[in-house]
């Protein structure tokens, strides 16, 4: 065969070699907008797929989807917060109203002659003490509730850590924050984050606390908080950050919506994991802003 035969095949093999290497690669992209397609309808916004091997628009485009995902879980988290928060100042408000007169009139049944020493007088005091205790405990969630502003600053994880260590030293101590770690976030508001998961945890059982930071793809500092206490259920770990709901028959269902709540309006958020770190029952995730 002449020399121009030979470049003819070798251009068509090239060509075909070329038309197979791009079906392929379109048949990659097809996959990835699959998978990119089921975790949203999971409502899984953490996916994260690589860009390795993409030309650089496709690249551009795969990060920006990438970072698209963490922006609606963002968005996300904190329409949730807003609207648990409106919906319970709507309900304590509402709650106030109509338990006032009722704790006014027992109160002053109660101190009517007629009733005293009467078979009425102990159902009346059981009705005007619960109202009192669903009073004092609705009026102190909204107080509670009513939050600083926080005020953002550098600050330097691990020290707090070891002030958390301090004052929790009847539990096992797993720390591996070290270093300086620095994040944007309000000290005070940290802390009182850090203290309601650790509460959460002795309350559940726990003996055994773990501390652990990495930073993730789009540089936020992620702090996993994880515990040996009794595992959360699976029917209720969508439902632990609403405001009131709690697993525990002492909780009053305000530490981790709360929580959440002091993290989301600094622009950080708070997840619990599916998969709990070794050696522990239940790990949450806090991450903070770049």
């Given at each position: 065969?002449?020399?121009?035969t030979?470049?003819?095949?070798?251009?068509?093999?090239?060509?075909?070699?070329?038309?197979?290497?791009?079906?392929?690669?379109?048949?990659?992209?097809v996959?990835?907008?699959?998978?990119?397609?089921?975790?949203i309808?999971n409502?899984?916004?953490?996916f994260?797929?690589?860009?390795?091997?993409?030309?650089k628009?496709?690249?551009?485009?795969?990060?920006?989807?990438?970072?698209?995902?963490e922006?609606?879980?963002?968005?996300?988290?904190m329409?949730?917060?807003?609207?648990?928060?409106?919906?319970?100042?709507?309900?304590t408000?509402?709650?106030?109203?109509?338990?006032?007169?009722?704790?006014?009139?027992?109160?002053?049944?109660?101190s009517?002659?007629?009733?005293?020493g009467?078979?009425?007088?102990?159902?009346?005091?059981t009705?005007?003490?619960?109202?009192?205790?669903?009073n004092?405990?609705?009026?102190?969630?909204?107080?509670?509730?009513?939050?600083?502003k926080?005020?953002?600053?550098?600050?330097?994880?691990?020290?707090v850590?070891n002030?958390?260590?301090?004052?929790?030293?009847?539990?096992?101590?797993?720390?591996?924050?070290?270093g300086?770690?620095?994040?944007?976030?309000?000290?005070?508001?940290?802390?009182?984050i850090?203290?309601?998961l650790?509460?959460?945890?002795?309350?559940?059982?726990?003996?055994?606390?773990g501390?652990e930071?990495?930073?993730?793809?789009?540089?936020?500092v992620?702090?996993?908080?994880?515990?040996?206490?009794?595992?959360?259920?699976?029917?209720?770990?969508?439902?632990?950050?609403?405001?009131?709901?709690?697993?525990?028959?002492s909780?009053n269902g305000i530490?981790?919506?709360l929580?959440?709540?002091?993290?989301?309006?600094?622009?950080?958020?708070?997840?619990l994991?599916?998969?709990?770190?070794?050696?522990?029952?239940t790990?949450?995730?806090?991450?903070?802003p770049r």
């Amino acid at each position: 065969m002449s020399l121009e035969t030979w470049l003819i095949i070798g251009l068509v093999l090239l060509i075909a070699v070329a038309a197979l290497w791009f079906c392929y690669h379109q048949h990659k992209l097809v996959v990835r907008a699959r998978l990119m397609q089921e975790a949203i309808r999971n409502r899984d916004l953490t996916f994260r797929l690589p860009t390795r091997h993409l030309f650089k628009g496709e690249r551009a485009l795969q990060e920006t989807l990438n970072q698209l995902g963490e922006h609606i879980r963002e968005q996300v988290n904190m329409g949730e917060v807003e609207s648990w928060e409106k919906l319970t100042r709507v309900l304590t408000h509402e709650i106030m109203n109509a338990t006032a007169p009722i704790a006014s009139i027992s109160q002053s049944m109660l101190s009517n002659p007629a009733v005293k020493g009467s078979q009425m007088e102990e159902g009346i005091r059981t009705i005007h003490n619960t109202v009192t205790h669903l009073n004092s405990f609705v009026d102190g969630y909204r107080k509670y509730s009513e939050l600083q502003k926080p005020v953002p600053q550098e600050v330097d994880l691990a020290p707090v850590i070891n002030e958390m260590w301090q004052l929790y030293q009847q539990v096992e101590w797993h720390n591996n924050v070290h270093g300086s770690l620095i994040v944007k976030t309000d000290p005070n508001l940290l802390r009182q984050i850090l203290i309601n998961l650790i509460k959460n945890a002795i309350e559940a059982g726990a003996n055994k606390l773990g501390m652990e930071c990495t930073k993730s793809l789009e540089g936020k500092v992620c702090l996993y908080a994880s515990n040996n206490g009794e595992p959360i259920p699976a029917d209720m770990r969508s439902s632990i950050f609403i405001p009131f709901f709690t697993t525990k028959r002492s909780g009053n269902g305000i530490g981790l919506s709360l929580s959440r709540r002091l993290l989301t309006i600094q622009g950080g958020m708070m997840s619990l994991l599916d998969n709990p770190h070794s050696g522990f029952t239940t790990t949450f995730l806090l991450e903070f802003p770049r």
